[in-house]
């Protein structure tokens, strides 16, 4: 006869230990995957890098200084500034009359360009093969398709999370990331690097999300902010300060692409040794399984349960997942099918839209600054740290929506004087303090998500808001683009994208203080559509 007290269990976490052993461990293998993260994400940027100062190659000059180079061979644009696809048809020559000097005309680069090695001081692909003039746009439309192949993994990835585990999608996503990064490394025309990224895109997110929401499925609820900033904030940041040294290193984009590539085999590894989560082998009626891992954290946190306690659990998980499953499989359709889910998903998606997109045009706005690029794009990324240390502070004092609108609308700020200010540095500091607040709005609307979302569909639920998110960002490269037409256009996109973000999620549901939803309809209970939430009780 089945127990009738079965509330007791619902939050298994108070009978094994909320952040013991076992909770420490599963943070110990997201450090790492945190930080190949960073190698996944921003890998690409330093391959693609071109740089702004380059002009077509004259033979009869080369040899000469570089001022000379231009100054003889090149002819200028209307601002005084070189062109960098046009050459006269024969350089200026002191030995000849003025009048044969001025016969000149120009005509497209035919013999190559020349690169300023001070500002990329090695071979990427784009300079390999000139990837500059009619093919300059090679550099964003790969970025591009990365980004469509994201969308697709998370796609295929979210459903994979929900249907066949956390482990799974972290062992294929991680899998794509090795494959499509070694690739790249081999490639020798534009056609098979596309084709190389949009394998790595696959993985962009899943590479990191599901042992994410593995992690914060098992701790308890005053450890989440910690537990889901701290891998961010410190492993995540140190991959993403050590990518443009790693490219200076080895001074050619094939070798920096096979060690960015290589080390992903670690998360591999980790997928096939680490627990799945038991909150998700339970809510999938997957009771014995999850029985087992709820034994080993027991005993990993020194927690002494009885055999009769363990039984009734069972016979409870068994119970509630005949009652309220009733082995059905879940879609991310079943997200949208009443007003108020269909509401709180579209916000998420709009919002993880806007944020996306400020996020990644902040991360490759180095890319057009004046500003030294390895050095810019280093300092840009230790501001991931204070971002991630300030939400752990501040999230559960006051609030996952007072906190996220703020830090949006403080990008919007910082990102408006990027394009109004002037001086290099004055440039690069407001760019630089932009990222720091998009980077807390991009830490405190994952974990917001994840704890918005049900068991039952928080990977597929993550999975749409990041395919939407990913669109976002997709988007990020063609917007910074338009610099050549207005150089403040980009920023003054994203000033207006920011705001819209910041606007839109004052009447998502609080999660302040409150567990992490099991059920769809537990969850819809809580989607309270208002300014203002009523408090949840921790418990409920």
Known sequence: ??????????????????????????????????????????????????????????????????????????????????????????????????????????????????????????????????????????????????????????????????????????????????IGGCVSAVCKDFPCFAASRFVAGLAMNYCFVPIYILTLENVGMKYRTLVGNLALTFSFTLGACLLPWLAYAFSNWRHYAMVVALPVALMIITSLLAPESPSWLLSMGKVDRGMEVLRDAAKANGKTISEETWSEMKECFELKFANEQSGKQYTSLDLFKTFRRCVVLTILIVTWMTVAMAYDAHVRVVQILDTDVFITFSLSSLVEIPAGIVPMFLLDRIGRKPMMSAVMLLCAACSLFVGLLKGEWYVSAAAIAARFFVTMGYNVGQQWASEILPTVLRGQGLAVINIMGQMGALISPVVLSTHRFYRPLPMLIITLVSVVGASIILVLPETKGATMPQTLDEAEKRWTLRCKDRKINADS
């Open 1 to 178: 006869m089945p127990p009738r007290d079965c509330d007791k269990y619902e939050n298994f976490l108070l009978l094994i230990g909320d952040f013991g052993p076992f909770q420490k461990r599963l943070l110990l293998w997201m450090m790492p995957a945190a930080f190949l993260f960073a190698f996944t994400y921003f890998g690409q940027i330093f391959m693609i890098l071109l740089p702004k100062n380059h002009w077509c190659r004259v033979s009869e000059l080369e040899g000469l200084p570089e001022n000379e180079q231009k100054n003889r061979g090149i002819p200028k644009k209307s601002d005084g500034s070189y062109e960098n696809c046009f050459m006269y048809n024969m350089p200026y020559n002191p030995n000849k009359t003025n009048d044969a000097n001025e016969t000149r005309s120009k005509v497209p680069c035919n013999n190559g360009w020349i690169y300023d090695r001070k500002e990329v001081p090695y071979e990427s692909i784009a300079t390999e093969y000139d990837w500059v003039c009619d093919k300059e746009d090679f550099g964003t439309y790969s970025v591009v398709v990365y980004f469509v192949g994201c969308i697709v993994g998370c796609l295929c990835f979210g459903y994979i999370t929900d249907h066949s585990g956390r482990l799974a999608a972290l062992f294929l996503a991680n899998s794509c990331s090795m």
